[in-house]
């Protein structure tokens, strides 16, 4: 099959498809050579790749303290070095300061919310939903939420005490929030 490819004045050259794939493919070798693909590197400077990343820094992990290696590039990237993940894990959970933590702001956590998000509070609904035995105080359905029988904001030496707190289902929780606050305490 023929096809047309320039019109030159008057003259009309004509080329087989063959013809163009094998300029095609002219084009893409010059292209190549021009911008360095394809070629190469020296056996010197291969040698100097191969001994760069075979070289091993010794380290000391910074949670377990056990003795470790790594490569030169990965040690100068960070500033903790951890044997495993699982070191690395248990260090930004249990031993990492507080300020380098990524979402830390300056503090400005209200007291409300640093209460609620803690261990301390969370070992609290724990011991409430297993005094409960499994029934909500109010009307004995599966309890889902934990609720300060005296208020959290008024009274903090009552904060983390089991005998303040009341298992109660979503819906119970709502009633006593929004329709009789007082509930609980006469309950009692």
Not at 19 to 28: E, G, R, S, T, V
Not at 102 to 117: M, P
């Amino acid at each position: 099959m023929l096809k047309l490819l320039e019109i030159f004045g008057r003259m009309v050259i004509y080329l087989t498809r063959s013809k163009l794939q094998k300029d095609a493919l002219k084009k893409a070798q010059l292209k190549a050579q021009v911008s360095n693909i394809g070629r190469s590197c020296k056996t010197e400077t291969r040698k100097k790749i191969g001994d760069a990343n075979r070289k091993q820094i010794v380290f000391f992990c910074d949670c377990c303290g056990k003795k470790s290696s790594t490569s030169p590039s990965h040690y100068n990237k960070k500033k903790r070095h951890f044997c495993s993940h699982k070191c690395y894990s248990k260090f930004r959970s249990e031993m990492l300061p507080i300020y380098e933590h990524n979402n830390w702001k300056g503090g400005i956590t209200k007291e409300n919310q640093r209460g609620r998000g803690s261990r301390k509070y969370r070992n609290w609904m724990e011991q409430v939903l297993e005094k409960s035995k499994g029934a909500c105080y109010l009307c004995g359905n599966e309890p889902e939420e934990c609720h300060h029988i005296k208020s959290w904001v008024d009274f903090k030496e009552e904060r983390y005490n089991p005998d303040n707190g009341a298992a109660l289902c979503h819906d119970c929780h709502m009633k006593v929030h929004h329709e009789n606050k007082e509930f609980l305490e006469e309950k009692q």
